[in-house]
């Protein structure tokens, strides 16, 4: 359930783009403006705006969850030996990110291709562990590494942070998947 909440999370930008490519409603700024009634706003562009907001919506909430769940208990802390910065895996779900507004959505044939490519690559970001390359995060000021510590079984592991961490620092944890951990330095 956190790797798919995280998932959604990662897709804010995404969501974000997609209104702005298909939410279609006229302006008036007309002293006779009407209301064009909610028939005529709920057009398939429309339902995928709505659609879009209500992920982002969704994905704000996860945030907030996960925010909580590091203010709570984490497991004991461990030493860092070895560390690596992977802040550039967000770039890479950027790009796929991107690449998805090309789509026509303004078809049923478009909407169906879209939930596809959504159900895909989340089981792809979820099987593979990816979900932490999320763009998101570095939008919210999170760092990715890639660390060893002083017990083997965190060795090679994936730790999400706000923190900046270096050989020698401690770090509380919280597991999320198999090998990937929300952290905090202590």
């Known amino acids: 359930m956190k790797e798919l909440k995280l998932f959604i999370m990662s897709f804010w930008i995404f969501f974000l783009l997609l209104i702005v490519v298909t939410i279609d409603f006229p302006i008036c700024i007309e002293d006779q403006c009407k209301f064009i009634g ?21 994905g704000m909430i996860f945030y907030y969850q996960f925010l909580n769940g ?11 030996e ?10 890479a779900l950027l790009m796929t990110i991107i690449s998805l507004i090309a789509f026509d959505f303004t078809t049923i044939r478009g909407l169906v291709l879209l939930i596809v490519l959504l159900i895909i690559l989340g089981a792809i ?4 562990n990816l979900f ?6 570095a939008l919210l000021g999170f760092h990715i590494y890639k660390a060893d510590t002083n017990n ?7 730790f999400i942070t ?4 270096q050989i020698g620092d401690k770090v ?15």
């Open 172 to 186: 509380k944890y919280l597991k999320i998947s198999e090998k990937v951990y929300f952290t905090k330095k202590v």
């Open 152 to 158: 083997e079984s965190l060795d090679n592991s994936i």
């Open 162 to 165: 706000k923190d900046k961490i």
């Open 38 to 58: 909610f028939k005529n706003l709920l057009t398939i562009n429309n339902i995928i705006a709505f659609g879009s907001i209500l992920l982002i919506v969704m």
């Open 82 to 91: 070895k560390i690596e910065n992977i802040n550039y895996e967000y770039f």
């Open 125 to 128: 970001f979820m099987k593979t």
């Open 132 to 137: 932490y390359s999320n763009p998101s995060f």
């Open 70 to 80: 590091l203010k709570g208990d984490l497991d004991l802390p461990v030493k860092i």
